[in-house]
């Protein structure tokens, strides 16, 4: 209650929207529940945004996409029913209730004749249902729990406004609403109530229909509500502590940023950070509202603060991210070099094809652009059409799926010296396009999607090495993901000849020089090796030190040894007598026939990497179990030198030559 001192209009707003984990389990809706009390409790009017249950907008989206079969739309529907009763039971509220006309309006719209077509309209109306039914639930637990809370229909307030070029598709399923602070709102709302709920991801168009404000859109409808209010701060409850400077599900290594400014976060956000939607920042910026990225499950840690730029910030790189499903489309002049209006030519058609266009590249002859799949329908139909009208006037190659990697920081141009060991890791792979935006915040390389997910963590750790990410500065960069969850290697660890000093330097007194090495340290880093899950074969490389005492170590450790020589495997058997002969592998690179045989008769593992071992001593192999070491066709390594696959590599048999 607001006393009559404080008028409610006066209060200040605080918005604070929920993701999917956030609101789909009892404990989540306790945290919600408690923080929205808290600030309530501390005088600020609360407006609480949700995101459908997880996973539910994926099971809608299965419904509004189904094309008229119902037997999918049951199952779906099924599942929906089943997921929110079950958190209805958990929260102890009564079975369906008052989500009973939402699932109701959803089984209509299973029945509707416009299913068939899977009209935009329709499959909006289907997709609102999830944040309808899990703000209605949400309202009514913070309820029970004595918080006296309206619910608030967010299509009453967020009208979408066409823009020029939008397609059908842009203006049902990824409105925009042009928000900004709306003091009459502000004070309209404070007369209904102090603490609010209301849904993400969906509004209303100019016809009074539904629409959507695109996948991931609720902080979207954070951003709009936060700007209309003028809120002190929007926060964004997620399930990760804030945003990091790479995906931390990918790179355990990347680091929690403390600090942004509002660009920054709108370019990390752009170039793949899911954690943010890319068009919640814009309105909040313009509104001047700071906004926090803050984690439902550890509401204690700090998170991300992202506001107005301080003015002397130093360039740095501040994040790599990554968007998957990147369409390229390279567009060749048939013949006509500086032949005006070629770009204006080709532009168009993107234009009547409703396409945005994100990254481009050009040349004389030759204009390359990309197409993100957030904010197009970049389906095999579209692409076909647009792909036939360029072909009128140049030649077309589409390029897909790809992936779009992107250096994200104040001043990329200025830090070009520090990113040639990044640079380098492109060497051996192919890359479609390069692209440095005009703001000078983003350097972005288009590879092969596949190729993504394990180059990033990479480039990570070589953008720190090459302090390029310069992670010590503690106003932007705070712990990493893996010290957050408890799981990091303690960093200052004493190295072992530290530890063991004075009796390095009783040996050194015997003589010199020798070689000393550290039983407990191999068995140590054996253990943490074997403790990898994913992994259920252990080899340990005799090339990489033979001394017997380290192989019966690794041996008791579970390792089981490779050799490249004959020699190697006389050695492993010299010093473990009793190893059984499965535990050698034996990976010759051109090793004359001899090996081969001894090998094969002493009955090691025996692996070909070439074909001339077949082609030419064929009967050698026969009837014998063999590995294949197989090239893949792309390397890595510091240096062309070090590199064990691709096209330069002498090891293993190519792709070509399987059959
Ligand atoms: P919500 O449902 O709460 O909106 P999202 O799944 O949309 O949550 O976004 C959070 C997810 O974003 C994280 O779980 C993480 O996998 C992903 N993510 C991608 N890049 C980053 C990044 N740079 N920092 C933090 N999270 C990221
Ligand atoms: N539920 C919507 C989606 O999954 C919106 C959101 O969660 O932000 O895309
Ligand atoms: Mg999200």
Known sequence: MSSPLSPASAKPWLVAKFGGTSVSTRP???????????????GRNVLIVVSALSGITDLLKKIAEARGDTARCRQAQAAIIERHSALLRDLELPSRGEIDQWLSHLDRLIADPRCAASALDWQADVFSLGELMSSTLGAQFLRERGLATDWLDAREHLRAQPLANQNEWNRYLSAVV???PEPAFAQALAARGEVFITQGFIARNAEGETVLLGRGGSDTSAGYFGAMLHAEVVEIWTDVPGMFSANPRIVPEARLLARLDYEEAQEIATTGAKVLHPRSLGPLRRAGVPLVIKDTN????????????????????????????????????IGMWQQVGFLADVFAQFKRRGLSVDLISSAETNVT??????ENLVDSDVLAALAADLAKICRVKVIAPCAAITLVGRGMRSLLHRLSGVLAEFGALDVHLISQSS???????VIDETLVDELIPRLHALLIRADALRVEDGAVFGPSWQQLAGTAVAPSRIAWWQRERDALLHLAREGTPRYVYSLATVREHARALRALAAVDRWHYSLKANPHPAILRALHEEGFAFECVSMAEV??????????AVENILFTPNFAPREEYAA??????????????????WGELFAGRAIHLRVDLGVGRGHHDKVKTGGATSKFGVSLDQID
């Open 298 to 333: 550890r509401a204690h840690l700090a998170g991300t603060e992202i506001r107005a730029a301080a003015a002397d910030t130093a360039p740095c790189v501040k994040a790599i991210s990554a968007r998957k499903g990147i369409t390229l489309v390279s567009m060749e002049t």
């Open 570 to 579: 006389e050695a492993v058997r010299a010093a473990l007598p009793a190893l």
């Open 439 to 445: 703001n000078n915040l983003n350097l972005t390389f």
């Open 28 to 42: 989540r809706w306790e945290t919600i529940a408690r923080i929205a009390a808290e600030h309530h409790a501390r």
């Open 178 to 180: 042009p928000a900004a």
């Open 599 to 616: 090998a094969l008769n002493a009955g090691v593992r025996t692996t070909l990497d070439a074909l001339h071992p077949l082609l030419h």
């Open 369 to 374: 652009v990309s197409l993100d799949p957030t």
